[in-house]
């Protein structure tokens, strides 16, 4: 049996056995080192965006984790295709860990009970998040030897500080402590991941890389890091514009361009009252402040009259 930092031979289901790899000795040429270095920097900036700052503190509404939950879906279903297409590629196989990492299967579950049955039919990709997987699915197709950049940046992070996001997830919106909602975060086939980061350096430092691709990935790490960062930016303009509406308790300004009914927090607005059945559109008209209203002015005058035929 090969040892977990050879790369599986031909698409070989082996059992990773990390758990018991040694700290190795790095070099400051190795992949994995200059990753680290060379993202450094683009990470103390992720670490600081508004977004990231106030998931940290837990002022996370849930709207918000739910469209962040679906960008992370296009993400990973981008990512992990073009994952599955290169699993046999030497420049990426040995990384290939579909049933460690992947987290599209999670993510879909997330949004399943997050959105309902017709999850699919609620979410859209966003403008930055659609650069994103562009990028994404240009590197998978033509330059497949910066894919690494792409899998360290997000699996490596998730890892890492995404455990941190987990449990202020799960606290901050009463997250079931069956961990519904949390998946993405629920690494099941990763018994150590502190182990199983060493096997994924070894691994990339394992590759056959000569100085220029390797400066070329960092670069494209740090891309990856800037693609991140503007889809927190847009998170961020759009939790601020649902804090807005939760004071006037209406709905969301949209620009009227594309299909409103596939706008998530549209339809989680009307969800009620368009499930087709007349006690739910009831119930979710009533919901709405004007009628509210005009049903508190009618509660009142009915109050009015009582009291004056009685007395
Ligand atoms: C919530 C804020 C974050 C916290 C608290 C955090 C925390 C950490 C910590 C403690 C490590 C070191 C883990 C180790 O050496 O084993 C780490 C590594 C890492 N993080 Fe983050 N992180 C955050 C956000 C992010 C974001 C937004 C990204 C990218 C999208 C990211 C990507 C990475 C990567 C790629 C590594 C691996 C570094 C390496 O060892 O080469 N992190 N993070």
Redesign the pocket.
């Known amino acids: 049996m090969p040892s977990a930092l050879e790369s599986p031979v031909g698409g070989e289901e082996d059992i990773l056995h990390y758990e018991e790899i040694e700290d190795g000795a790095v070099s400051p040429m190795d992949l994995?080192e200059l990753?680290?270095e060379g993202?450094k920097e683009s990470?103390d900036r992720?670490?600081n965006t508004q977004f990231?700052k106030d998931?940290?503190k837990g002022r996370i509404k849930k709207e918000l984790f739910k469209l962040a939950t679906v960008a992370l879906y296009f993400t990973y279903s981008a990512l992990e295709e073009e994952m599955d297409r290169n699993k046999d590629n030497p420049v990426f196989a040995p990384l290939y860990f579909p049933v460690e990492l992947h987290r599209r299967e999670a993510l879909a579950k997330d949004l399943k009970y997050f959105y309902g049955e017709d999850w699919k039919e609620k979410i859209q990709c966003s403008e930055a998040t659609q650069q994103y997987v562009d990028r994404i699915h240009h590197v998978g197709q033509h330059e497949p030897e910066l894919l690494v950049a792409h899998a360290?940046?997000?699996y490596?992070?998730d890892l890492?500080?995404g455990q941190?996001?987990k449990k202020v997830a799960q606290r901050a919106l009463k997250l079931p402590s069956t961990e519904e909602g949390i998946q993405f975060y629920t690494f099941d086939n990763i018994s150590n991941a502190?182990k199983f980061?060493q096997l994924y350096r070894a691994r990339m430092n394992a590759l056959d890389l000569d100085k220029n691709t390797k400066e070329r990935i960092v670069e494209e790490a740090n891309k990856a890091?800037r693609f991140?960062m503007q889809v927190f930016d847009e998170l961020d303009k759009i939790g601020r514009s649902l804090a807005e509406e939760a004071q006037d308790g209406g709905f969301p300004v949209h620009d009227g361009k594309g299909d409103i009914r596939k706008c998530p927090y549209y339809a989680d607005k009307v969800g009620m009252a368009s499930t087709g059945c007349p006690f739910h559109a009831a119930v979710g008209l009533a919901r709405q402040p004007l009628v509210q209203l005009v049903l508190a002015a009618c509660m009142a005058m009915a109050a009015g009259a009582a009291a004056w035929y009685i007395l």
């Open positions: 994995s990753l680290k993202t990470h992720a670490e990231v998931f940290l360290y940046t997000r490596m992070g890492s500080g941190v996001l502190q980061k890091f991140n």
